[in-house]
């Protein structure tokens, strides 16, 4: 495997804040009353990273969700381990994920939840793929607009490897 990096820590740093800062200021009219739902288990470094750039106070819950497997494209299929039990509809909901790719799993969730009748619903993601759309979805809140490019790092894996890489790179097979 070799590394192209394309998004160096300080960067995606600074995309986070930015990102904070604009749901923050979305968000700060009183009576907002803001539930993250962190998409597990990609989304776990950028949403801690994210919601300590949120300055209003939130509430945080996570839902587990798989499409990939070991491969480098989705299956197509969207599986949710968890689900959240409780009544949502006194919250504004953003559900964060790393990376909106074929849009299939972001769609399932939010169908799911959407359901629930929240006060307001809205999507965030690190990363969006818009060439790969499949799901009629788009994004509220995004990070990076990238190619059609597998990507890993910063959360996200690559064989259940590389969240714990600081930045985000492009897998190249050799």
Same mark, same amino acid.
């Given at each position: 495997?070799?590394?192209?990096?394309?998004?160096?820590?300080e960067?995606?740093?600074?995309?986070?804040?930015e990102l904070?800062?604009?749901?923050?200021?979305?968000?700060?009219n009183?009576g907002?009353?803001?539930?993250?739902?962190?998409?597990?288990?990609?989304s776990?470094?950028?949403?801690?990273?994210l919601?300590?750039?949120?300055?209003?106070?939130v509430r945080?819950?996570f839902i587990?969700?798989?499409s990939?497997?070991f491969?480098?494209?989705s299956t197509?299929?969207v599986?949710?381990? /968890?689900?959240l039990t409780? =009544? +949502?509809?006194?919250?504004d909901?953003?559900? @964060?994920?790393?990376i #909106?790719?074929s849009?299939?799993?972001?769609?399932a969730?939010?169908?799911?939840?959407?359901?629930k009748?929240?006060?307001?619903?809205?999507?965030c993601?690190?990363?969006?793929?818009p /060439?790969r759309?499949q799901a =009629? +979805?788009d994004v509220?809140y995004?990070g990076f @607009?990238?190619?059609d #490019?597998?990507?890993a790092?910063?959360g996200l894996?690559?064989?259940h490897?590389?969240?714990?890489?600081?930045?985000?790179?492009?897998?190249?097979?050799?």
């Open positions: 495997m070799i590394k192209n990096v394309l998004f160096k820590e960067e995606i740093k600074e995309k986070i804040r904070g800062t604009v749901i923050s200021k979305d968000y700060e009183e907002k009353n803001l539930l993250v739902i962190s998409l597990l288990r990609g776990f470094i950028f949403t801690a990273d919601v300590r750039h949120i300055t209003i106070p945080i819950e587990e969700t798989a990939y497997g491969e480098k494209t197509g299929e599986k949710i381990f /968890s689900n409780e =009544d +949502i509809s006194e919250y909901v953003l559900i @964060v994920d790393d #909106l790719d849009g299939n799993t972001m769609k969730v939010y169908d799911v939840l959407r359901e009748h929240p006060k307001s619903l809205k999507t993601t690190l990363l969006d793929k /060439s759309r =009629d +979805i509220d995004k @607009v990238i190619e #490019l597998f990507v790092g910063y894996n690559f064989g490897h590389y969240r714990n890489t600081p930045y985000i790179f492009e897998v190249i097979d050799n």
